[in-house]
């Protein structure tokens, strides 16, 4: 480990309390079960590399404390901490080394988008509530297998070509991204809300499709009007 430098001393430990305080976010609204799941933020660096605060492998929702989380490089090396980062680092880590834009990462498996996961298909965008959160469709990435980075270049690969903050890895689950964690958390809870919602449609019949120009339109609407600015 080589240590977290002292100029960012203060920005680490600070993300280190917004992270831990967001996984409280994952189980209240039902996105995890046991200690699946996590939640990340990038801390930027103007004089080098940044770094990213994450949860720890295996540890209990009820343990996780800011003094719990550990920090790495974006090659997924541990920098600071005494635990083993959690097995979706390297995700996250080519994540953020690739799309400069990302300030947090939040993978779940949640039980409705991961079985839209589970089927390989993307979910539609029949609800305005999707065109304004996500643009158009959640699209599907492909497998991969969880060790290295694999998971990243699929997330990275599939977003990119979309204004989606979700995906759906093939058999895995979500991962959303956000400019900081808590945009990422959300995207999160949207995620797994439309995929619930679409696919008790389904159950009634066929779902009516959102022409594309009311599509942008909502998107363009609730991304620079709603809200405040």
């Known amino acids: 480990m080589t240590g977290v430098p002292t100029a960012l001393r203060a920005a680490v ?11 409280a976010e994952l189980p209240r609204w039902e996105l995890v079960v046991w200690t699946a799941g996590n939640v990340s933020e990038r801390v ?12 720890p492998s295996g540890v209990a929702y009820e343990d996780i404390t ?16 005494e ?13 953020y080394a690739n799309m400069p834009e990302v300030g947090g990462v939040v993978h779940t498996h949640s039980t409705y988008a991961t079985a839209w996961a589970a089927r390989g298909e993307e979910i539609p965008c029949v609800l305005t509530m999707m065109a304004d959160e996500f643009g158009g469709p959640i699209p599907v990435g492909p497998f991969a297998i969880i060790g290295d980075d694999s998971i ?6 599939t977003l990119r070509e979309s204004r989606s903050p979700a ?12 400019k900081d964690a808590r945009a990422a958390v959300k995207a999160a809870v949207m995620c797994e809300e439309v ?13 009516l499709p959102i022409d594309q ?11 620079n009007v709603y809200g405040q600015h």
């Open 213 to 223: 120009h009311h599509v942008d339109s909502l998107y363009d609407r609730y991304q």
């Open 44 to 55: 930027p660096n103007p004089d080098g590399e940044d770094l990213l605060v994450i949860k």
């Open 66 to 81: 800011a003094e719990a989380m550990v920090v790495c490089d974006l090659a997924g090396n541990l920098v600071e901490g």
């Open 13 to 23: 430990d600070a993300a280190k309390e917004r992270v831990a305080a967001l996984h």
């Open 152 to 157: 990243g270049r699929g997330i990275v690969e």
């Open 83 to 95: 635990r083993s980062p959690s097995s979706d680092t390297a995700a996250h880590a080519y994540v």
């Open 195 to 207: 995929a619930r919602t679409v696919h008790i449609a389904r159950q009634l019949g066929q779902p």
């Open 167 to 178: 995906v759906l890895m093939q058999n895995h689950g979500p991962f959303t991204i956000g």
